[in-house]
């Protein structure tokens, strides 16, 4: 596994570049796992770095998804308000 700086939150194992984050602390009980990692089926880092990006989406939106699944009676902009993004990063601590 050779972390690749050039596509972040990923790495590539035989040619091969995954995406991968961490779960964060409040997620974690909706997880059996402590990180996230998906093949993004490339070998090129150009590739990788616009498959990246779309898993980033769905990655942030499934965390808020069920950020708001866990608290039903409050709003979704109340819950991103209290969990800001942090250079591309959903801060839930």
């Given at each position: 596994?050779?972390?690749?700086?050039?596509?972040?939150?990923?790495?590539?194992?035989?040619?091969?570049?995954y995406?991968?984050?961490?779960?964060?602390s409040?997620?974690?009980?909706?997880?059996?796992?402590?990180k996230?990692?998906?093949?993004?089926?490339?070998?090129?880092?150009?590739?990788?770095?616009?498959?990246?990006?779309?898993?980033?989406?769905?990655?942030?939106?499934?965390?808020?998804?069920?950020?708001?699944?866990?608290?039903?009676?409050?709003?979704?902009?109340?819950?991103?308000?209290?969990?800001?993004?942090?250079?591309?990063?959903?801060?839930?601590?």
């Open positions: 596994m050779v972390y690749d700086k050039s596509v972040p939150f990923s790495f590539t194992k035989n040619g091969i570049y995406f991968e984050r961490r779960v964060p409040d997620l974690l009980k909706h997880y059996n796992t402590k996230i990692a998906y093949s993004l089926r490339t070998r090129s880092a150009r590739v990788a770095s616009a498959q990246r990006d779309r898993f980033e989406v769905l990655f942030l939106g499934l965390g808020i998804a069920l950020l708001s699944a866990c608290h039903p009676n409050r709003d979704t902009k109340e819950i991103m308000s209290e969990r800001p993004f942090d250079s591309g990063v959903l801060c839930l601590a």
